[in-house]
């Protein structure tokens, strides 16, 4: 079965980073864009990156761009997650998911999704 799994999660201070992994299990990962999301509490699931199957399309959502970076090793099914400069509204779990080709923003449009990585970030 199709096994998503996050990694990389945890606590740190405002402008701090931290990278988060993905690695993909039962499925043909080159296949697939993958994206990440987030849900902090009390909100909505929103979309954060996604990237193409090739890793070539990359789409970011506007409070994350120029600090967050999404890229991919298809030779170990993993997905990463660059995320810098770091604030406090940044503080949510974490999801990766796999989808269609080309690399939705829509969360409804993604087939596979992991269980999630708490990200928390301090003032």
């Known amino acids: 079965q199709v096994q998503l799994v996050e990694s990389g999660g945890g606590l740190v201070q405002a402008g701090g980073s931290l990278r988060l992994s993905c690695a993909a299990s039962g499925l043909t990962f080159s296949s697939y864009a993958m994206g990440w999301f987030r849900q902090a509490p009390g909100k909505e699931r929103e979309f954060v990156a996604s990237?193409?199957?090739?890793?070539?399309?990359?789409y970011y959502r506007d409070s994350v761009k120029g600090r967050f970076t999404i890229d991919r090793d298809n030779s170990k099914n993993t997905v990463y997650l660059q995320m810098n400069s770091l604030k406090p509204e940044d503080t949510a779990v974490f999801y990766c998911?796999?989808?269609?080709?080309?690399?939705?923003?829509?969360?409804?449009?993604?087939?596979?999704w992991g269980q999630g990585t708490q990200v928390t970030v301090s003032s």
């Open positions: 998911a796999a989808g269609p080709n080309p690399a939705p923003l829509s969360a409804n449009k993604y087939n596979y």
């Open positions: 990237i193409s199957w090739s890793g070539v399309d990359t």
